[in-house]
Antibody
Framework: QVHLVQSGAEVKKPGASVKVSCRAS????????INWVRQATGQGLEWLGW????????HLAHKFQGRVTMTTSSSIDTAYMELSSLRSDDTAVYYC????????????WGQGTLVTVSS | QSALTQPPSASGSPGQSVIITCTGT?????????VSWYQQYPGKAPKLIIY???KRPSGVPDRFSGSKSANTASLTVSGLQAEDEADYYC??????????FGGGTKVTVL
């Protein structure tokens, strides 16, 4: 069965960076994109972008270009999302989600990682 | 890219049907067949329930169905059950490798 397990909660100061990991199991890691989605408390879902573990290609939502880096390590079936220059409005739960075998849907999700930005 | 528009809330009694709309533009929902719907319980990760407008992943009850007309997609939950009380989000491919979500609809079972 497919599982995505994310790293634990983080507390960061404004201006710092955070790196969240997402370890995949139960499928061939390089066969599906990994997407990142965030959700501020009481708010909706916001798509950050995707990374292709097969070749490292990425595509970021315009809003996050220059501030988000997405990488993967195929040797340990893990994807990473790093967000820099953190602001208070980056406080949110960050999810990794596998791109489905169709197109542009996310069929399996990690449990989420709470990132809190506070001075 | 602007978020898709969903009503903030919807409700129905057990056994009834509830329809949730998701309005986009001719650049996203109106142009592509890649509309998805997700169900989310409080404190939990979203779960895919509809993809490519009207396809259901394995294990999703056929009480959930999707459709699309012009720039608006819809999710219908038939035979409403208590366990259907959750938040529902739509998403669409928006071109240029981008995905956009709706703001979410809270469904209450009366």
């Amino acid at each position: 069965q497919v599982h995505l397990v994310q790293s634990g909660a983080e507390v960061k100061k404004p201006g710092a960076s955070v790196k969240v990991s997402c370890r995949a199991s139960g499928y061939t890691f390089t066969s599906y994109d990994i997407n990142w989605v965030r959700q501020a408390t009481g708010q909706g879902l916001e798509w950050l972008g995707w990374v292709d573990p097969a070749n490292g290609n990425t595509h970021l939502a315009h809003k996050f270009q220059g501030r988000v880096t997405m990488t993967t390590s195929s040797s340990i079936d893990t994807a990473y999302m790093e967000l820099s220059s953190l602001r208070s409005d980056d406080t949110a739960v960050y999810y990794c989600a596998r791109g489905g075998s169709g197109d542009y849907e996310f069929d399996f999700w990690g449990q989420g990682t709470l990132v809190t930005v506070s001075s | 890219q602007s978020a898709l528009t969903q009503p903030p809330s919807a409700s129905g009694s057990p056994g009834q049907s509830v329809i949730i709309t998701c309005t986009g533009t001719s650049n996203d929902i109106g142009r592509y067949k890649y509309v998805s719907w997700y169900q989310q319980y409080p404190g939990k990760a979203p779960k895919l329930i509809i993809y490519e407008v009207n396809k259901r992943p394995s294990g999703v009850p056929d009480r959930f169905s999707g459709s699309k007309s012009a720039n608006t997609a819809s999710l219908t939950v038939s035979g409403l059950q208590a366990e259907d009380e959750a938040d529902y989000y739509c998403s669409s491919y928006g071109g240029s490798n981008n995905v956009v979500f709706g703001g979410g609809t809270k469904v209450t079972v009366l």
